[in-house]
T-cell receptor, first 112, second 120 residues
């Protein structure tokens, strides 16, 4: 299995300030079709997860542009340029380069 | 509107079996990859099983291989998960999920789930 490791696991943030979450895999996530299948999900308390970003950096429809994804190979980052109150919750990275996909442990973002 | 409604969960003794069902509506079920994703209380997300639109290609997480079987009935817009030899580690909310057209991009809809509790 591909193991996804996120850090930090807990991230207290100040409203309006940037935030960054790291996600590392123990295998390269480039698939034979040339795409890198690394996705980011956000789960608010009591809600279903919502995909924010797929293939490293493509934002889903309706996702604010303060969210951005970057990285390659085995190292990836989700950045929030200016945290807003609605951004609290747990963020998961998910790899699809080696099927069946696997998720990171989750990073809990809360407001200081 | 996409709807995914799971059923079939409950309290089951270790070693027992359950069959979960998912009724799908609001999209062309037969065109989509589908998955079961579980989340233990207070824990993270885990893909359990995945099936292609035609129902002939399936994938499983290592921990359930040989015990769980995913299947679908496109005529009934339904997804199933047969779970045998259940253990405490299988306790979780099981969610039916509609995958992206490329399933490696993750799921785009998830049902509210059905709770499976394995305990004596």
């Amino acid at each position: 299995d591909v193991v996804m490791t996120q850090s930090p696991l807990s991230l207290p943030v100040t409203l309006g300030q940037p935030a960054s979450i790291s996600c590392r895999s123990n295998q390269n996530l480039v698939y034979v079709d040339g795409n890198t299948y690394l996705n980011w999900f956000h789960q608010r308390p009591g809600q279903s997860p919502r995909r924010l970003i797929y293939r490293v950096s493509t934002r889903d429809s309706g996702v604010p542009d303060r969210f951005s994804g970057s990285g390659s190979g085995t190292d990836f980052t989700l950045k929030i340029s200016r945290v807003e109150a609605e951004d609290v919750g747990v963020y998961y990275c998910m790899q699809g380069g080696h099927w069946l996909g696997t998720f990171g442990q989750g990073t809990k973002v809360e407001i200081k | 509107e996409v709807q995914l409604v799971e059923s079939g969960g409950g309290l089951i003794q270790p070693g027992g079996s359950l069959r979960l069902s998912c009724a799908a509506s609001g999209f062309t079920f037969s065109n989509n990859w589908m998955s079961w994703v579980r989340q233990a209380p207070g824990k993270g997300l885990e893909y359990v099983a995945n099936i292609n639109p035609g129902g002939y290609e399936t994938y499983y997480v290592d921990s359930v291989k040989g015990r769980f079987t995913i299947s679908r009935d496109n005529a009934k817009n339904s997804l199933y998960l047969q779970m045998n030899s259940l253990g405490a580690e299988d306790t979780a909310v099981y969610h039916c999920a509609r995958d992206s057209q490329q399933p490696r991009d993750g799921f785009v809809y998830r049902g509210q789930g059905t709770l499976v509790t394995v305990s004596s």
